[in-house]
């Protein structure tokens, strides 16, 4: 297999090609970040209602099947007003309520559904809303590399979801799916609600201009987006500014600069950064040695790695995997 790294084959690299890997780095990086989704509730209200979340260390989604509703966080000014067919992600769960009015009296989200349940609406004299919401679990995730580049609030209204072919095709399996006793229905609409993640988040970005979301947004220029896909694909690499520089056919300082402006850090820093998410995620899911753990990221030292381990992930790689080992297993 040919070295693609040796000087013989730099500047040849099929762009075009690449840039098919590109988007693949938001995977990546959810692979090791991200630690599931469930639906939580499928209500159908009756106004009046209001229901409150407290704050949680998840992200929330919202799909409102039919009515409309307002949400209200605590980094809002005013209400926003979501109808029938659009989708909110929270992705900061800071504390939030849904009503059917901006003066609606509002309790725990619970207390709400259990006092509606079983309640027949079809004849309702008072506007209904139905709506699917969820939660997204992560790994750290107060520090999680994708959470800190969004908004706290992403709302995509109906129709812009009309006009994303993918998204709206997606939102209307979940729909369909949600409910169903059928088999394998409940692993169906995880994947298929993982998959939503991206897909908003995509049509986020795409609205965003090239500077404003950090290595999210990098993705979209094809040469700092090549230079983080070589990244990912090897971390291990024993990576120079000067090589990623070559890689991409730039010289090294025009490279640097317009990585740091685009992605908000250096190359080396970002480097750093992917190889403490990569490695926590191994130490999570596997039992092999630290040295091994340390040799799979592109450390040579066992010392060296865990004093970067611990600069980033605030715990000895030990201490860290014994943790979060705990919260997977839980279910947390």
């Not at 901006?102 to 309702?124: C, H, I, M, N």
């Not at 040579?300 to 980033?312: N, Q």
Request: proline letters at 5%.
């Amino acid at each position: 297999m040919k070295d693609i790294h040796s000087s013989k084959y730099v500047g040849i690299i099929d762009m075009k090609a690449e840039s098919k890997t590109i988007m693949d780095v938001l995977s990546d990086v959810l692979s090791v970040s991200k630690m599931g989704s469930s639906v939580i509730c499928e209500p159908v209200l009756s106004a009046p209602w209001g229901m409150k979340f407290e704050p949680d260390a998840k992200a929330m989604f919202h799909l409102i099947r039919s009515g409309t509703c307002f949400l209200q966080t605590n980094t809002m000014d005013q209400p926003l007003r979501l109808m029938q067919g659009d989708v909110v992600l929270i992705t900061k769960c800071n504390g939030h309520k849904l009503t059917d009015s901006e003066a609606s009296f509002v309790e725990p989200f619970r207390d709400v559904l259990a006092r509606q349940k079983g309640t027949p609406l079809e004849d309702s004299p008072y506007s209904v809303t139905s709506m699917l919401c969820g939660v997204y679990y992560f790994q750290q995730y107060e520090y999680n590399p994708v959470l800190s580049l969004l908004p706290n609030v992403i709302h995509i209204p109906a129709d812009k979801v009309q006009n994303n072919m993918q998204l709206h095709a997606l939102i209307q399996l979940i729909l369909l799916e949600s409910g169903r006793s059928e088999v394998g229905s409940n692993t169906a609409i995880t994947r298929y609600i993982d998959v939503m993640f991206i897909y908003i988040v995509r049509t986020w970005l795409q609205q965003q201009p090239l500077g404003k979301a950090g290595w999210l947004g990098a993705l979209n220029d094809p040469r700092i987006g090549m230079a983080i896909s070589l990244i990912h694909k090897n971390p291990s690499n024993k990576w120079t500014v000067a090589s990623l520089a070559i890689q991409v056919n730039m010289s090294r300082s025009s490279f640097a600069q317009k990585f740091n402006d685009i992605v908000g850090e250096t190359p080396l820093t970002y480097l750093t950064k992917w190889r403490m998410d990569l490695s926590s995620k191994m130490l999570i899911e596997s039992n092999q040695k630290l040295m091994t753990v340390a040799a799979a990221v592109g450390y040579d030292s066992e010392t060296a790695f865990s004093k970067t381990f611990k600069k980033f992930k605030s715990l000895p790689p030990g201490e860290y995997r014994n943790q979060y080992r705990k919260i997977v297993l839980e279910g947390n």
